[in-house]
């Protein structure tokens, strides 16, 4: 099993970028974004259930949208209005039956 992340890079406030994480070798339920800021400890950004439903953390409601396409086994995550506290290396996450899978972080980095 594979998640492939890209799309993280520099940015100023304001702007956007979007994430992709492509995933292979197995079926997945549901998929997320992490983040994790320097000293700080990795935290949820938005999730993507099996059934549709997602889940965002607080500071990035109405910011951010997390949608999937599960014909390309893949998730996105569309970053809009990027604060520098935005700032992180942004992890994917998915679940398959048995397990979760990590992909490699992607660095974003907003600037102000």
């Known amino acids: 099993v594979q998640l492939q992340a890209s799309g993280g890079g520099l940015v100023q406030a304001g702007g956007s970028l979007r994430l992709s994480c492509a995933g292979s070798?197995?079926?997945?339920?549901?998929m997320a974004w992490y983040r994790q800021a320097r000293g700080k400890q990795r935290e949820l950004v938005a999730g993507a259930a099996a059934d549709g439903k997602t889940t965002y953390a607080e500071p990035v409601k109405g910011r951010f949208s997390i949608f999937r396409d599960n014909d390309k086994n893949t998730v996105y995550l569309q970053m809009n209005r990027l604060k520098p506290e935005d700032t992180a290396v942004y992890y994917c996450?998915?679940?398959?039956?048995?397990?979760?899978?990590w992909g490699h972080g992607t660095q974003v980095t907003v600037s102000s």
């Open positions: 070798g197995s079926i997945f339920s549901d």
């Open positions: 996450h998915a679940e398959v039956v048995g397990g979760n899978y």
